[in-house]
């Protein structure tokens, strides 16, 4: 479904807005399209030209202002006819199958152009000098060192290319910068020092996927605008500086698969933001300890700590404080991400860049190329940590996915887990766990992967709901436990004893399950009330995640109709 505006005085169409219409086919360059010369804005992302290429007639409507070709199936060159727009603002051609190589300096024609998307398999010349605001490069075959655009950049991003060499000293100069994408290319050197004088006007810094070495630079020295950090899969050393602890908007710092080696970072647990902490596969050691007061890390909802040298006992009064994990609000779906809006003489528009990370959940590596803000994930998995799980680990109500894998643990599992009625995914396997795993846990109605394999673990499964859909391989290496779907039979009788149920408290922070409708069928269990709710967030989830979504963009003017 699309709108038109029109110039009220005249009648003109001025604008023709048709993204998302379910078009198909292809469009010709006799169109009768390209006889509104009139036209300043023409948009027709997202939809299916089915590998047509970009017509040339489009170099007719020399009045355009605005030209969005998004994620609509289009392929072959860009045409030459498109430098003839030379009052173009905004030109996005991403997320389509354009090829061949594009010389950027013949762009220096449109004069006016602050808006520029090209990420596509483009083979790119040159360099684009004009006055962008907006330079997306991104997803192209670009080589050689890192381009450094003009100081008046807002945005510049040229991720998953093949770009090389250090990072230059010269990109510090772009001090209206609000967002740096330079993730997987093959980057070498240091990360520049001066790049940490960008905080105070950038959003975003992402470096992720790179050969990055040496130390983190000293960053948020000054009043400090970050929202996200990203430095993951490089090969960073040192220490974790203490300067981010000023970071004071920083809500994802992500530093995954490094080499540092530090303890745990207690003074980020102040960032009164933070919500995704991931500091997997490093060399991180040592007791986690207590926290200092009662608000560290309070608006935390994800936390990965695998694959590092952690030891101790587990951190029980942070399991009893990460007050964000315990409440899941499904009815108001948002992504954790970072809003950047640009505006030039009588236009502006709005960008949404979301961090993807990369987690271990349901036994898999996935990653989540955007995270919604009500996803909650502990991974503490592949440490040392010893001692018994404490029974705070069922104070995060609104957990999904708790991974305490390969590491000392002994004792016997909590039956506090019963109350993370949301998990959908728990692995405590590869510990010393003993005596029987409780009964109460077949009430997790919504959990799809559970693992306590190679424990001590010993009595009957328990039987029925999830628990009927789990395989042998869930259980394999413990000795003593018995019945389905094991072959051990568990003395004269392979049922188990019915769950004892637990009380439910009702909030107005939390979901009310007595609401909540229960159907049995082949082994799974479907709550209608809360499944419906989760189940709509998960659709609207994928959608978002692994579709394609253009900037929201507005035109500012006095004039024009919206149908």
């Not at 630079?217 to 490089?234: A, F, K, V």
């Amino acid at each position: 479904m699309g709108w038109f505006e029109c110039n009220r005085e005249t009648g003109h169409v001025i604008g023709l807005l048709l993204a998302s219409s379910h078009l198909y086919g292809s469009i010709n360059s006799s169109s009768s399209l390209f006889s509104l010369v009139h036209l300043q804005r023409l948009d027709l992302s997202d939809n299916y030209f089915n590998h047509s290429q970009i017509p040339c007639g489009v170099g007719q409507l020399s009045r355009l202002r605005s030209l969005n070709l998004s994620y609509s199936g289009f392929s072959g060159p860009i045409p030459s006819s498109l430098v003839e727009l030379v009052n173009l603002r905004y030109l996005s051609l991403r997320g389509n199958y354009l090829n061949g190589t594009v010389d950027l300096n013949m762009l220096k024609k449109l004069k006016n152009l602050t808006y520029l998307q090209l990420s596509n398999m483009l083979s790119l010349l040159g360099y684009n000098d004009t006055n962008d605001a907006h330079l997306d490069l991104s997803s192209n075959m670009l080589q050689g060192s890192l381009p450094v655009p003009p100081p008046s950049t807002f945005d510049y991003s040229v991720s998953v290319n093949k770009l090389s060499g250090q990072i230059p000293p010269l990109i510090c100069n772009m001090s209206s910068l609000s967002l740096l994408d330079l993730s997987g290319n093959s980057l070498s050197g240091r990360i520049p020092q001066c790049l940490t004088n960008l905080s105070s006007s950038s959003s975003i810094l992402n470096l992720r996927g790179n050969r990055l070495h040496g130390s983190i630079p000293q960053t948020c020295t000054e009043t400090s605008n970050l929202r996200m950090i990203d430095l993951s899969e490089n090969q960073l050393q040192g220490k974790i500086p203490g300067s981010l602890a000023n970071c004071m908007m920083l809500e994802e710092l992500v530093l995954g698969t490094n080499l540092i080696n530090d303890i745990f970072p207690f003074s980020l647990g102040s960032l009164p933001r933070l919500q995704v902490l991931i500091l997997r596969s490093n060399l991180f050691h040592g007791a986690i300890g207590r926290p200092k007061t009662n608000f560290q890390f309070s608006k935390l909802r994800i936390i990965d700590l695998s694959y590092n040298g952690f030891t101790g006992n587990m951190p029980s009064e942070y399991f009893q404080n990460w007050d964000a994990m315990k409440i899941v609000d499904a009815d108001n779906l948002t992504y954790i991400q970072a809003d950047l809006e640009f505006e030039v003489p009588q236009y502006s528009w709005k960008d949404p860049y979301s961090i993807s990370m990369t987690m271990m959940n349901k036994g898999m590596t996935r990653e989540y190329k955007k995270i919604p803000d009500i996803l909650t994930i502990i991974d503490l998995s592949s440490n040392k940590f010893y001692g018994e799980i404490p029974e705070s680990i069922g104070n995060p109500k609104g957990l999904q996915a708790l991974n305490l894998s390969n590491n000392a643990l002994t004792g016997p599992i909590p039956a506090s887990l019963a109350n993370l009625t949301l998990l959908e995914a728990l692995d405590l396997s590869q510990n010393k766990l003993s005596r029987e795993i409780p009964q109460q846990l077949v009430q997790l109605t919504f959990l799809e992967f559970f693992n306590v394999s190679h424990n001590h673990l010993t009595g009957p499964i328990p039987q029925g709901k999830q628990f009927a859909t789990f395989p042998n391989t869930s259980f394999d290496g413990n000795l003593g436990l018995c019945g389905s779907p094991l072959s051990r039979a568990c003395g004269n009788s392979e049922a188990s004893p019915p769950a004892p149920s637990i009380p439910q408290q009702s909030s107005a922070s939390e979901f009310d399950w007595k609401i909540v409708l229960m159907g049995y069928g082949s082994g799974l269990i479907i709550g209608v009330s809360v499944g419906y709710i989760l189940t709509s967030w998960k659709h609207e989830w994928f959608v978002e995640t692994f579709g394609r979504r253009q900037p929201k963009w507005r035109r500012k003017a006095k004039r024009g109709h919206r149908g």
